[in-house]
């Protein structure tokens, strides 16, 4: 492999955009509020930086407390009267079909926008950021019309000469605050719109300052199908302000966050002081197990993708692999491989295998964490350096020896690094695995299926997964334990969430 290492063959070569997605990145973004765009009250702005040359891409608003009360005040407005909440579901499914074909006709200039805004690589952005949106509001439409309560003969032995019957209702619980974070920022905008849509909620979504170019667009989408004016806003801006501002603000009847454990504390504290509903999608530090006996051809590259997917700032990625001490060189050997055949480059080059960090600031941290475990002992296997010049590159990076206490095995670093450890046996890979606060996924990798039962069982972790890594499906719920949070997106559990159950007394 050649190493591409000048600035031009790092940098995304905007030539490659469609029309589309140039017109877009060029023209103004502003707040998306009761249906009209306008710009931040105090009319400041932020920049859109690209992270493979650094270079400002874009400006978006930078709303303060004033924009994100109007932008409640809307969604409030627009959940208690007005035509939403006499819409019935089939109408609200079918707004949501005609909007999954409106971004399914934009899927390119979707993908190339968000692979610019990100640094992801382009077929990234359009699987997991355009396509797996389209599946999402398909999936979520056909909920619209099967929430449902039931009935119940009620005993009420107190009056024994009178008879009721009873019954549930689901109702939308109403103002939904979504927060998305930086790394799938499309989809996961689409995670919080599409069950506010086929509940019947309405939403105010703050996407992550980094990455809100696609949220905006989205929001476009929405105007173009007829969503009612003040069913989705869109605030972009800081978390610092228009997050906080809007997580407390008292018109929210729901925060639906997704982000770091840190900011997602912050959020339940201000959620528990006004008895709103929270749901908590926050951080990971998931093991992935490899037994004796598991198929080294599949187990092998799947804990290598495990972790550098989506270069490496992924929520379930598997950071700590842990691998039975009989194939323990092979194995490492293996992924190293894999890792130093890695081709950096700009996502918009189809054959780059992994493109920059997010932002320069956030690999400083994430080569903080690197020198750190390095210094407390570690040895590096693969990577650990950058790449020059102004784009936010780290090779794919793996780590020997480090201490299980020290923070690299211990916190999210949310970059391409990986520790790895021998074991001896199931009873130690156990004990390392769930040596953690995290609890978002485990794999194991193993062709027996007795081997497989007993980690699922053990592993503490929200999803747990055989043979395979990071697979998700918008039919089954997905959430975390501890400190990788509360509650569950995705499936019957993820859409229920946004319903409140009531319940309905008869005398007969
Ligand atoms: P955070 O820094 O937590 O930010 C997430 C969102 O919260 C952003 O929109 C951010 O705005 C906003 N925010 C920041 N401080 C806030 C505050 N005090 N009050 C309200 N909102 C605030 O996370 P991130 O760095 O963007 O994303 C990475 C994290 O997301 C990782 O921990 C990752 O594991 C997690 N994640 C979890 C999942 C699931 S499903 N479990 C999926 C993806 C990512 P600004 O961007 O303007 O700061």
Redesign the pocket.
């Known amino acids: 492999m050649t190493e591409r290492t000048s600035e031009s063959a790092l940098s995304n070569d905007y030539s490659k955009l469609s029309e589309q997605a140039r017109s877009f990145l060029q023209g103004e973004k502003q707040l998306f509020i009761n249906g009209r765009w306008r710009s931040a009250r105090r009319g400041s702005t932020l920049p859109v930086v690209d992270p493979t040359n650094g270079r400002e891409v874009a400006r978006i608003a930078d709303a303060a407390e004033e924009d994100v009360d109007a932008a409640v005040e809307a969604a409030r407005h627009a959940f208690e009267s007005g035509p939403w909440p006499k819409m019935r579901p089939h109408e609200r499914e079918q707004l949501m079909l005609r909007l999954a074909d409106l971004i399914a006709a934009e899927i390119q200039p979707l993908a190339e926008i968000e692979c610019v805004n990100s640094g992801k690589l382009i077929g990234n952005t359009r699987l997991f950021d355009a396509e797996l949106s389209v599946h999402t509001l398909r999936y979520m439409a056909g909920w619209a019309t099967k929430l449902h309560g039931q009935t119940m003969d009620l005993s009420v032995p107190y009056l024994p000469d009178q008879r009721f019957s009873g019954f549930t209702r689901r109702t939308p619980v109403g103002v939904v605050a979504g ?6 920022p499309l989809c ?1 905008a689409v ?1 919080k719109l599409a069950p506010v849509l086929a509940t019947g909620c309405t939403l105010v979504l ?5 990455t809100s170019l696609t949220a905006i667009r989205l929001a476009k989408l929405c105007s173009r199908v007829g969503i009612p004016e003040g069913v989705v806003n869109v605030i972009t ?4 302000v ?3 501002a ?2 407390s603000h008292p018109g929210v009847d729901k925060i639906s ?8 504390r ?2 339940a504290e ?1 959620a528990a002081k006004q008895l709103k509903r929270v749901s908590l ?4 530090k998931s093991p992935v197990v490899i037994a004796p006996d598991a198929d080294l051809d599949i187990a092998i590259p799947g804990a290598a993708w495990a972790i550098f997917g989506n270069n490496g ?4 990625a598997g950071s700590r692999l842990y691998v039975h001490t009989s194939i323990f060189d092979r194995v490492i050997e293996g992924v190293v491989k894999i890792a130093d055949e890695m081709q950096l480059g700009p996502g918009l080059d189809p054959t780059s295998m992994m493109g920059p960090m997010v932002s320069v600031a ?1 690999r400083s941290r994430v080569v903080q964490f690197v020198s750190s475990a390095v210094s407390a002992g570690a040895s590096l296997l693969a990577g650990g350096d950058i790449l020059p010049g102004p784009g936010a590159y780290l090779r794919p990076t793996i780590l020997m020896g480090t201490p299980s206490d020290h923070d690299s095995v211990q916190q ?1 670093i ?1 970059g391409p690094v990986l520790n790895v450890f021998r074991f001896n046996d199931d009873a130690e890979a156990i004990r390392l695995s769930n040596d953690t606060r995290f609890g ?1 996924g485990a794999s194991i990798w193993t062709s027996r299926i007795a081997t497989a039962t007993r980690y699922l069982e053990a592993f503490r972790a929200g999803t747990v997964w055989i043979n395979t890594h990071n697979i998700l499906d918008l039919s089954l719920p ?3 334990l501890r400190d ?2 509360i509650g569950q ?1 995705l499936g019957q559990e993820g859409v229920l969430s946004y319903t409140q159950l009531r319940a309905v007394v008869m005398r007969q």
């Open positions: 927060i998305t974070p930086w790394n799938v996961q995670w703050k996407p992550a300052e980094q801006g800081r978390g610092s228009a997050g906080v809007l997580a966050f997704t982000g770091s454990t840190n900011v997602g912050h959020i201000t999608e926050l951080g990971g700032q992924n929520c379930c956030h999210e949310f978002l997905f959430g975390g990788s949070g997106e």
